[in-house]
């Protein structure tokens, strides 16, 4: 306070952010809080006329950051503030997509459309393709949800031309995110095997990238889910086992193959035990799921043991399909709809019941535009 040195302040600000992703990775979102509690003198500091704009990472970023870490963790009301005065402080196309995308949750489709029209023009939207591609995809998805099927079209063509030009961005990563939202757009558009091939460009663009591939293979898997589609699921598995993929992320394709398996009523290869039983049971939720996956738990019961917003609403999804594999449909679909009208805006599981309950929603169909060459 005495003495409001940028460079100072930088620093301290960075520190503040790095231990604030740091917990968040290590699965401890109460100690980012704690860190990010921490930082609020730092924040007023930074903040003052003195340093206005001097600061790197900024203020803003830093509450962006612990928006984001809320809005997975499912806590919209704290989510929602911490966007708010992020995007207040400073425009960026990635908060301004994520407030839009609580707004849609929340009903308020004309705020969320004021928002993500505003991104397009971010500083970070204008360098990053995969998240122009994410923001004119979301606007297309809330035009669709208000009823204008013929106005989300633009927006989706929009997308598709930005996405097929951004295809040879040099850094990997980049590259492959860019293949994955491609692939999104081209399944609204209904064409099926151009989103294959961009998904397998995803693939070759990053491959030794093990976020990248599990970001691709949840993609591969959750399709495969909807569309019940059992090779393709199982295909995405055993791709997960070949890269050596994180043992929660292997826990969560298994479980969706091994539910697809449930409910074609065909028996299992044995993938899914597999990664079930070298999950051991040492209390986590992730564990809690695996046993599920076994048969050892029912859905209600996995509900019982939720212990966070997240954790309950996945044991929503779980329940319901287990209440679909049963034979019990209106009953699973009932519970598919608690969970689409609920705070983990972020989860795979919410995406699968909203395609699962109405497939059309995810489709606006062909032909795709004529004047543009997919890859």
Partial sequence: KAHPEARVASEALALSLDAIASEEDAGDADAARRAFRASQPLLTVASGKALAGKVHPSVARVRAAMGEIE??????????????????????????????????????????????????????????????GEILLTISDVTRDQGDAAAARTPLTEALKDLVQSRNVQDAGARARVERVLDRVLDRFGAAQPAQRALERAYAAAPGDKRQITQTIELVIGRAFVRADIGAARDGLQRALAADLEADDLVYFALWVRLLERQLRIPSDGAPDRVFGSKGDDGHWVATLARFGEGKLKGDGLIARAATPIQRYEALFYDAMDHRADGDTKGGDDLLRQVVAGTGLQLSEVSLARDMLDPTKSQLGGPLPPDVSIP
């Fill in 71 to 132: 809005l997975r963790e499912g806590r919209i009301d704290d989510a929602r503030t911490l966007l708010r005065q992020s995007a207040e402080e400073e425009k960026l196309g990635s908060v301004l997509l994520s407030l839009a995308r609580i707004e849609w949750r929340d009903g308020q489709s004309p705020a969320a459309l004021d928002h993500l029209r505003d991104a397009m023009s971010a500083h970070d939207a204008s360098k990053d393709a995969a998240l122009r």
